[in-house]
C-alpha cells in the first residue's frame, strides 16, 4: 500500500485529472471543470424555474407527475425564487416574453447572490462558457446562445437521454422554442403552449416586420422564414394539443417523449 496514489486514479468528478481523459495541462483541466460546473448549476437554475428544487429548501420539491406551484408553496410558503406559474419557459432568439429563460436567470442570478453582483457574475457564467466570447458578444448574448444551441443538448446528456425538462422546438432554424418540466406537465400544456406563446410570438414577429423599413430587407426576410417555421410547427401542435395528450411517467421518459414526437427535439 501507497499513499501516493496518481490523481488521474482519484475517482471524484470534481477531480478534473480524473473526469477528463487524455494528454491535457492542469490550466485546461481546471478550464473544463470551470465550464462544466457552471453548465451544472445553470442546470440546477432551471431546476429551481419549474420547481423541481428551490434555494430555500434541499432536496427535490415538485418530483411527483401532477403537482403543481400549490404544492410547491405547500413547502415552501415564502419562496426567495418563484418557480414559473405555467410550466412552459420560452428559449428564443429575444426577449418576447416576461417569463423568457435569459431574464429568468437574472433573477435567479439575484436570487442567489443579490443585484448589486448581478453584471459581474453575468460577465463570469459567459466567460466560462465561451472563452472567446463569440467575437465580443454580450455576457447576455453568450447565455442565450448556450440556452438556444447547447443547453437541452447537455441536459438529454446529462441524464443519459433521459431528459426531465423537455424541449419544444420548431425545427433547425429555432424559431420557436421552450421547456416543459414533465412532473408538471398535464393535458392542457399543449394548447396552452400554442396560444400563450406560440401564436404569440408569431403576431410580435408580424408586428416587427411591419415597423422595418425597405432597408431592413434582409431581416425582414429572416423574420418571414422564422414565421414561415412557426406557421408549420403551429399546425402540428395544434393537430396535437386536439389529442389532449396524457403521460404516465411510470411508463418511462422515452415511451413518454415519443409521444410528442415532431414536436420535441431529438434525444
Not at 478534473?16 to 457552471?38: A, H, M, V
Not at 420547481?51 to 411527483?64: C, H, T
Amino acid at each position: 500500500m501507497t499513499p501516493e496514489v496518481p490523481l488521474s486514479e482519484i475517482t471524484l468528478t470534481c477531480n478534473p485529472f480524473y473526469r477528463y481523459k487524455g494528454n491535457k495541462s492542469e490550466e485546461e483541466l481546471e478550464t473544463l471543470l470551470q465550464t462544466d460546473t457552471i453548465k451544472e448549476f445553470i442546470s440546477y437554475s432551471v431546476g429551481c424555474m419549474f420547481g423541481r428544487y428551490s434555494l430555500d429548501k434541499p432536496g427535490l420539491i415538485l418530483a411527483n407527475q401532477g403537482e403543481t406551484i400549490d404544492d410547491y408553496l405547500q413547502q415552501v410558503p415564502e419562496p426567495s425564487f418563484m418557480p414559473d406559474d405555467d410550466n412552459i419557459i420560452p428559449i428564443l432568439e429575444d426577449e418576447y416574453f416576461t417569463d423568457d429563460i435569459v431574464g429568468r436567470f437574472k433573477e435567479f442570478l439575484k436570487a442567489t447572490f443579490g443585484a448589486e453582483s448581478l453584471a459581474e457574475n453575468l460577465e463570469f457564467i459567459a466567460g466560462a462558457l465561451s472563452k472567446s466570447k463569440k467575437g465580443g458578444a454580450s455576457p447576455e448574448k453568450v447565455i442565450r446562445d448556450y440556452f438556444l444551441k447547447s443547453f437541452f443538448k447537455d441536459h438529454a446528456k446529462m441524464y443519459k437521454k433521459r431528459p426531465t425538462y423537455w424541449l419544444f422546438t420548431s425545427g433547425k432554424g429555432r424559431g420557436f422554442n421552450a421547456l416543459v418540466y414533465m412532473h408538471r406537465y398535464n393535458r392542457e400544456t399543449l394548447a396552452k403552449l400554442r396560444t400563450d406563446y406560440l401564436l404569440e410570438l408569431e403576431a410580435k414577429l408580424d408586428a416587427r416586420i411591419g415597423m422595418l423599413g425597405d432597408e431592413s430587407a434582409a431581416e425582414k426576410g429572416q423574420l418571414g422564414k422564422q414565421i414561415e417555421e412557426l406557421m408549420d410547427y403551429d399546425a402540428m401542435l395544434h393537430n396535437k394539443s386536439l389529442e389532449y395528450i396524457d403521460i404516465d411517467l411510470d411508463d418511462g421518459v422515452k415511451v413518454n417523449y415519443a409521444k410528442f414526437e415532431g414536436l420535441v427535439g431529438k434525444i
